[in-house]
């Protein structure tokens, strides 16, 4: 997934919409400190990043899509969004957002690859 954020960015607008919580180590709230390293890293490779405590709503609900859209100027028909949790991909229909279930990575970044036409 990271070579894959290397190789978009700066051709799309790449956002991390995640409901981290105000516990744990660092500004991402990991467990652990190396996992903060980790996360903190892979922050840095994205545009935005949208975080449910922050703007006080998480997904699922429409409102954190809408919130994460507006704040990343991207038409929701014109967005992807990945998660591995499917209950976080069914807001998107009203939406019009394009999903892709992550429960593996490579699967994941075929269909995105098939979709923005990179493969």
Known sequence: MVALLQRLRGRYVLACLTNNMRVGHGAVMSATSEGAAEIQAMFALVDHVIESWRIGVRKPEPEFYRIACERTGVAPHEAVFLDDLGINLSPRAPLGMHTIKVDEPEPA????????ELA
């Open 109 to 116: 970044i075929a269909a995105l690859e098939a979709l923005l």
